[in-house]
């Protein structure tokens, strides 16, 4: 089975788009969650760059840019969870 540049873009967003749920779900990242997944996002980043320098059909561009975003809202929900939570003052 030969994978298409289509498979690698639609890979690389299911992989953004769990890491986003896995941390909306609560709020918190799932235990074990660390610099691993920072440098996995962080070479799913590279590859998109990569993909992007050697297609030339618009839409797969597009496609790229969508998976492009959704990487960084991933990379930035896991480094915002990772910041202590302030208490909430609740009114009675």
Do not use: F, K, Y
Not at 62 to 89: D, F, G, I, K, Y
Request: aromatic content about 2%.
């Amino acid at each position: 089975m030969t994978v298409t540049l289509q498979d690698e873009i639609d890979g690389i967003s299911r992989c953004a788009r769990s890491v986003v749920q896995g941390l909306d779900r609560d709020g918190t990242p799932p235990a074990g969650i660390g610099e691993a997944v920072r440098e996995a996002l962080d070479s799913l980043h590279l590859l998109c760059d990569e993909l992007a320098e050697r297609t030339e059909d618009p839409s797969q561009r597009s496609r790229l840019e969508q998976a492009t975003a959704l990487l960084a809202s991933a990379w930035w929900h896991v480094n915002e969870t990772r910041r202590p939570r302030l208490p909430t003052q609740h009114s009675a």
